[in-house]
């Protein structure tokens, strides 16, 4: 009788054993969910700067590079013959990433936004170009930058009329300096 009850109970001890095995790896397998769930792209790129990546974006496109800087809501690739910075909003898809994140709060350079980038290129006066999501691609200088858009002081020969065109920040796929 004493063999008949302590197999009761060892098989009982055994189902509680693997019942709580169960439980604690389906706790697990959610606190990885709910982990995972909070990892943004910016947290994804961070974990690749400096590594070679395409991005698809929104105007159909790709553009390819080494991601050079990231701020909270952008991204600078350096490619073959160019500098591109562009709002992380106009891309859709990147290859070469590879499952790593890195969260950046408390990162200085993260802080910096997209209309922080702008501004600087309107400060420097620098020559751009200006690709939009609908495929046109624009050269100018950004005259300035407002609350969503931004000025753009196109045709760029001393002998050519400047006219300014204004355009919309969530139209901008990427921008980069251009030769003059």
């Known amino acids: ?38 990892i943004g792209l910016a947290d994804r790129l961070a974990a690749h700067l400096d590594r070679r990546l395409t991005l698809r974006t929104a105007d159909g496109g790709t553009v390819t590079g080494d991601l050079r800087e990231l701020g909270s809501d952008w991204a600078r690739l350096e490619a073959e013959r160019a500098h591109l910075v562009l709002p992380l909003a106009a891309v859709h898809g990147v290859l070469g990433l590879g499952p790593r994140s890195r969260p950046g709060e408390g990162d200085v350079r993260r802080r910096i936004t997209w209309g922080t980038v702008l501004r600087g290129l309107s400060r420097d006066r620098l020559p751009v170009r200006v690709a939009l999501v609908t495929g046109h691609v624009l050269e100018g200088r950004v005259e300035r930058v407002l609350a969503d858009h931004l000025d753009l002081v196109v045709g760029h020969e001393a002998r050519e009329a400047l006219a300014v065109e204004s355009v919309v920040l969530s139209a901008v796929c990427w921008i980069s300096g251009r030769e003059e």
């Open 1 to 38: 009788m004493t063999s008949r009850w302590d197999d009761l109970f060892a098989d009982l001890e055994g189902q509680l054993a693997a019942h709580r095995r169960a439980e604690l790896e389906d706790e697990v397998a959610e606190r990885v969910r709910i982990e995972r769930a909070r």
